[in-house]
């Protein structure tokens, strides 16, 4: 089956080029093209493609507001195609993602860049698997004011367990926006670490941080190597080494070989997570697609950890949580709110 793309790109020469490194790829169609987001909003009704690149900084109508508009109105798959090193690019972006958009990849330069055909296979790699995403009009879930919800009825979170030092994420497609939810969430004076492994394209990791921080009440790094764990922190794999924790309380970045296919890798960290703190912490694995991560909760769960999975009805993609529920990894099975209620309710009933 052809993937049938539309193009949304202002610049002429940029276009060009998205369109030769799409159209070379024999599963991929190129359908047309569009400068801004009004054309957008037309040729997504016109061409009904398979999946949308959009580019953010456009006249007249920006990637941002032709996202909300196509998710609100013909929901289609659209990556997120950014100069990453641009910061008020990189916060659009993720407002972006927040409104619906599935995934953001690095702008490829032209040919004859040494970055050129790393961000072409990444490109095209992420095209092929957003077009298997059904999406839904105005996903992502919105954050919710006042009191969080309990956990479901059925869902017993003992206090007795001992004092919880680490809660542990794992998230790919979709996670941006539940980890934002999640994280706003949790107190300021939370006596817990967390550590975040988010599947995101090179580039973007310290972005993704800054869009956290104004949500969170808990200080969130981009960790070096070495750098002592601090209670009350939230901390998110750096781009293209494992993230995990050593026995005398130090963050370790490691370039060891992808697992999964992934690097940083979910499992590492929570493998790395069971074997320090055992009982003293929490795995949540959330939405993406793969297996990254399952395992990882199951040696967790192993360790008396409490072990949680996303339910799929909230699921961008229902892949990793899947694998984790088919594995007997997770504890718990809960909506993204539920999560967050019960993240409090454990700390709090442990740590206080």
């Not at 040729?43 to 920006?62: E, Y």
């Not at 599947?199 to 921080?213: C, D, T, Y």
């Not at 790094?221 to 002592?228: D, I, L, Q, R, T």
């Not at 320090?276 to 793969?290: D, N, P």
Request: with cysteine.
């Amino acid at each position: 089956m052809t993937i049938r793309v539309l193009i949304v790109e202002d610049s002429a020469v940029v276009a060009e080029l998205l369109n030769y490194i799409l159209g070379s790829d024999p599963a991929i169609r190129v359908v047309g093209t569009a400068r801004d987001g009004w054309q957008a909003l037309q040729a997504v009704r016109d061409l009904k493609p398979d999946v949308i690149t959009m580019d953010i900084n456009m006249p007249g109508m920006g990637g941002y507001e032709a996202t909300c508009r196509i998710m609100e109105t013909h929901p289609a798959p659209i990556v997120i195609v950014s100069v990453s090193i641009d910061p008020r690019e990189v916060a659009t972006t993720f407002r972006a993602l927040e409104a619906g958009a599935l995934a953001a990849v690095q702008k490829p330069m032209g040919i004859g860049h040494p970055e050129h055909e790393e961000a072409v296979r990444t490109l095209i790699r992420t095209v092929k698997l957003m077009s298997e995403v059904k999406v839904v009009r105005r996903w992502p879930i919105r954050h919710k004011q006042g009191h969080l919800p309990s956990p479901a009825p059925g869902y017993v979170f003992e206090s007795g367990m001992g004092d919880i030092d680490v809660i542990a994420l794992g998230a790919s497609t979709g996670g941006p926006s539940v980890l934002q939810l999640i994280l706003s969430g949790l107190p300021k004076d939370m006596n817990a670490a967390v550590f975040i492994v988010q599947h995101i394209s090179p580039g973007f990791v310290h972005g993704f941080a800054e869009s956290l921080a104004p949500s969170c009440k808990l200080p969130v790094h981009v960790p070096e190597h070495g750098e002592p764990v601090l209670p009350g922190h939230v901390y998110l794999a750096p781009d293209g080494v494992h993230m995990g924790v050593g026995k005398g309380g130090r963050i370790g970045l490691v370039s060891a070989p992808p697992m999964d296919g992934m690097r940083p890798s979910i499992s590492f960290l929570f493998r790395s997570v069971a074997d320090v703190f055992g009982r003293k912490a929490i795995g949540v694995l959330l939405t993406g697609m793969g297996r990254d991560g399952a395992d990882g909760l199951k040696a967790m769960k192993e360790k008396g950890a409490v072990t949680i999975a996303q339910d799929e009805e909230s699921c961008v993609i229902f892949g990793m949580p899947a694998e984790a529920i088919r594995l007997g990894a997770a504890t718990h099975v809960l909506s993204p709110e539920k999560i967050t209620a019960a993240l409090v309710k454990l700390v709090s009933a442990v740590n206080r």
